[in-house]
């Protein structure tokens, strides 16, 4: 039986047993031991913490503890660790190594498994046949994302049956039903096409059905659609189809004029020079027409760098259509003020106030690309649409200056024919043919953002809502509230390559119950 008995001087404690000897222990003994133990104890939990949180809790003895705390206590490092920096070094051998020439390669992980054992893989071989697996489905990757690219530019720059269908039987009816042929507007309501109380709209395409939803839709969200005029100019081959259309589905009280591009009297070789060139240079065909993929380097180039040059490849660049929008002021000299739309826009509010915007002596009010929530449609800069190792770029422009939007354009006519806006188009649209397009390569906008600079109102953004062509990830709230929205880009809503989710927002203006469109299947 052990016994404790404590020293009248307090200075002492005895411990003692009846088979074992007393022990004497002082209180200053007892008080450095307490200390050592209070320092001790910590570090010793804490390593037991961590021994448990790594496993430890596997151990169900002292002894197991003790292997476990031992190496780290003495800082010696375990099997595991030293396992992992064999590894990493046989890793960093592998990525180094060249890959032998005809080595087999495993078509997925479990085969890469089933021969590691089969073939019995040292590490290094093992490493060495991963990376090259890993190498070989990157290249895999790659190449489908380039040809994914390339059919959905094809799939972008062709017209879809029912709408070449369309175009072609309301063409037939033009030739064979008088009602088709009737003009537009009727006679007696023409003062009204230069009548500058009016609101007057300019439309340029040749798609028939976009157009169909451009007008319904600013016609449906006018609160005034009796003041609603719209001018629409088509090419010669659509202009029948066109013009079939809004004679026979009148938009009442508004009024639509159609007017081909062979109607207009100014648009001669003389006062579109630069145009016809572009139209009929051997090299530009070729370059917009031609195979898109022949002399690309596809390993030294990115996707997105890849499809931005395909989108630059659109025929529609070099089309008398796109670039018309300069000429307004010679082709409407009578009109003051208008608003430019394009076809894959949809007009949800009402646009009357634009009219009462003060352009502030401006020849263009437009939104500008350079901020917004959604900054994959909205931080575009000069440096987005130029090359700026071209000597006359660098010298004119900044790469930093903010760039504005086509596609909804209030336009002060007035304003504008007092400019040399079209003589500053047609100038560096020559400069870029001489320089083989190294000046820029992307459509109408390059050269409108230098003819146009300093004469740029910008307008509030809720006006025009871009990037519906390309931004699958838009905000649908914010969507719904924009005046314009705007399918720029490769993806329109009347192609089966549209983002079905924001289709809605355009197929709603689209008269699923007219017998053309029933007919021809659209997007059934």
């Avoid at 003692?16 to 104890?41: D, G, N, P, Q, W």
């Avoid at 054992?117 to 190449?143: Q, S």
């Avoid at 770029?393 to 200056?401: C, D, G």
Wanted: charge should be positive.
């Amino acid at each position: 039986m052990m016994q404790l008995h404590i020293s009248p001087s307090m200075r002492s404690i005895t411990i003692s047993s009846s088979k074992v000897a007393a022990r004497h222990i002082s209180y200053r003994t007892l008080f450095h031991t307490i200390l050592i133990l209070a320092f001790l104890l910590p570090f010793v939990f804490i390593l037991t913490a961590l021994v448990t949180l790594e496993g430890a809790n596997k151990c169900s003895s002292i002894d197991c503890l003790g292997r476990r705390l031992g190496p780290r206590l003495l800082g010696r490092v375990d099997d595991s660790e030293r396992l992992a920096r064999d590894f990493y070094k046989i890793l960093n051998e592998a990525s180094t190594q060249a890959i032998p020439d005809g080595l087999k390669l495993p078509d997925s992980f479990n085969h890469l498994v089933s021969d590691t054992k089969n073939n019995h893989y040292d590490p290094k071989t093992f490493a060495l046949v991963l990376r090259a697996m890993m190498e070989k489905f990157e290249r895999d990757i790659r190449e489908t994302k380039f040809a994914e690219l390339t059919n959905k530019h094809f799939a972008a720059s062709s017209i879809p049956k029912g709408i070449h269908c369309l175009s072609l039987r309301l063409t037939d009816e033009y030739s064979s039903n008088a009602h088709a042929r009737r003009q537009l507007p009727s006679p007696e309501r023409l003062p009204v096409l230069s009548d500058n109380a009016h609101h007057h709209f300019i439309l340029s395409t040749d798609n028939i059905l976009a157009a169909s939803v451009v007008v319904s839709s600013a016609v449906q969200s006018s609160s005034n659609p009796e003041r609603i005029v719209f001018h629409i100019i088509t090419d010669k081959k659509t202009y029948a189809g066109m013009h079939s259309w809004f004679a026979l589905n009148s938009v009442d009280p508004a009024i639509v004029e159609v007017r081909g591009v062979h109607q207009f009297d100014w648009l001669t070789r003389e006062n579109v020079p630069v145009l016809e060139a572009l139209e009929s240079h051997n090299g530009l065909m070729n370059y917009y027409h031609g195979s898109h993929v022949a002399g690309a380097n596809l390993s030294e180039t990115t996707p997105r760098r890849f499809a931005s040059r395909l989108q630059s490849r659109s025929p529609k660049y070099i089309s008398l259509l796109n670039h018309l929008r300069i000429y307004i002021p010679e082709l409407f000299p009578n009109l003051d003020k208008v608003v430019f739309l394009d076809d894959d826009v949809v007009v949800q509010r009402d646009l009357a106030p634009l009219w009462d915007v003060d352009l502030g002596g401006k020849v263009n009010g437009a939104v500008e690309t350079c901020r917004g929530e959604d900054a994959s449609v909205m931080s575009k800069r000069l440096r987005n649409y130029f090359n700026f190792s071209h000597p006359n770029i660098a010298k004119h422009l900044n790469p930093e200056e903010c760039a504005w939007a086509y596609g909804m354009n209030v336009f002060d006519l007035k304003a504008w024919r007092k400019t040399n806006i079209r003589e500053t188009y047609h100038s560096w649209l020559r400069e870029n043919l001489k320089s083989n397009l190294t000046m820029w390569k992307l459509g109408t906008l390059p050269p409108a953002l230098i003819a146009f600079k300093g004469h740029v109102h910008i307008i509030d953004s809720s006006w025009h809502m871009l990037g519906l062509g390309y931004q699958s990830q838009a905000n649908v709230e914010s969507i719904r509230k924009a005046a314009v929205i705007h399918y720029n880009g490769q993806s329109k809503p009347w192609l089966e390559i549209g983002f079905e989710h924001l289709r809605p927002f355009w197929t709603k203006y689209v008269n699923y119950s007219n017998d053309f469109i029933k007919n021809c299947h659209i997007l059934e």
